[in-house]
């Protein structure tokens, strides 16, 4: 392995899951603003939209998010289309 290729700034930053407020603790470089307590000790703070503990993927669950209908307007548009295929 090549020396001095690594960043050296590797520390414990805590991720936060927003949608489930699940929070992991991981080391990192990535630059923060904002810290968190977690059992009494502070870390930089990541914020992430999504995490395996909200992800369809891992979770077994499907969540839709229908915005302005739109999930309506596919099956009223490709209605014709599906019924001719008998599906």
Request: net charge positive.
């Amino acid at each position: 392995m090549k020396k001095d290729i690594h960043p050296k700034n590797y520390r414990l930053v805590a991720f936060k899951d927003m949608s489930n407020d699940h929070v992991f603790i991981t080391k990192s470089t990535v630059n923060t603003r904002e810290t968190l307590e977690v059992d009494g000790v502070e870390y930089p703070l990541v914020k992430v939209e999504i995490s395996n503990t909200s992800h369809p993927f891992y979770t077994g669950k499907m969540k839709m998010v229908d915005t302005a209908g739109r999930i309506d307007k596919f099956m009223t548009k490709y209605k014709k289309h599906i019924d001719k295929k008998g599906n």
